[in-house]
């Protein structure tokens, strides 16, 4: 479960994200702020995974407020403004989302912040302390979290993937190669115009053909010069 705070002084964007994340699964709301000072008395005595953080706030603006943190969780920012993006570089914010902003754009930064290791911060959620990195994808009409070291393969499906994990199989209507690079992972690799495997899974490699836990996988003429560096 990732646990999130939000702080914001106009109940509408308090809204839309609430919205937003009640959206994906594991997401759980710890409290709506409406002034910096209200959600510094919560962080005295409850941790937080993630926070959206409006800048221009009473009493305390954004930015100032993040500077009496001491070990701050992963922090996206929600701003009509764009000269803030500069302005708060040196604060490791892990995005800026541009009011107003939609869904896809949200998403996006919400992976990144799954994905981006904050250091010295004690989370509330033992899911979100980057050992085991994951991403959320659309799968029909709802949004699924997929661990990414999990993934056994994937194999195309015209416009759709289906990606089979050890648990486990989804179908994300994305083109292969487009979620290959959405994943961006070392550990994926092509081998075929239909198949990406995790290398860390492959049980053996005999002539054009990969074996792992249960699963025959062709191997590709042009893909099989890479697949021989596996084993080089």
Do not use: W
């Not at 109940?11 to 839309?16: L, S």
């Not at 759980?28 to 910096?36: E, G, I, M, N």
């Not at 070990?71 to 914010?93: M, Q």
């Not at 486990?168 to 550990?187: F, P, V």
Request: glycine share 4%; net charge neutral; with cysteine.
């Amino acid at each position: 479960m990732i646990h999130y705070l939000i702080i914001d002084d106009e109940p509408v964007a308090h809204d839309i994200i609430q919205g937003y994340c009640d959206l994906l699964p594991n997401f759980q709301l710890q409290k709506r702020c409406y002034d910096a000072l209200e959600a510094l008395d919560f962080l005295n005595t409850h941790a937080v995974d993630l926070i959206f953080l409006d800048l221009n706030l009473p009493k305390l603006k954004g930015f100032e407020f993040l500077r009496t943190l001491s070990s701050p969780p992963k922090i996206i920012v929600t701003t009509a403004y764009k000269e803030h993006a500069l302005e708060g570089y040196e604060l490791d914010i892990v995005d800026y989302l541009l009011k107003p902003f939609g869904f896809e754009r949200f998403l996006k930064a919400v992976n990144k912040a799954i994905n981006t290791t904050t250091p010295h911060h004690k989370y509330a959620s033992a899911d979100f302390d980057n050992k085991q990195k994951s991403i959320f994808l659309r799968s029909n009409k709802k949004y699924v979290q997929v661990n990414i070291e999990a993934i056994l393969y994937m194999e195309a499906a015209g416009n759709y993937t289906n990606i089979i994990t050890t648990a486990d199989k989804i179908m994300i209507r994305e083109k292969i190669s487009d979620l290959l690079l959405t994943l961006n992972h070392n550990d994926l690799i092509q081998v075929h115009k239909s198949f990406v495997v995790a290398k860390k899974h492959i049980h053996s490699i005999e002539g054009n053909q990969i074996f792992m836990e249960g699963h025959i996988i062709p191997i590709g003429r042009t893909y099989k010069s890479q697949v021989i560096q596996l084993y080089r």
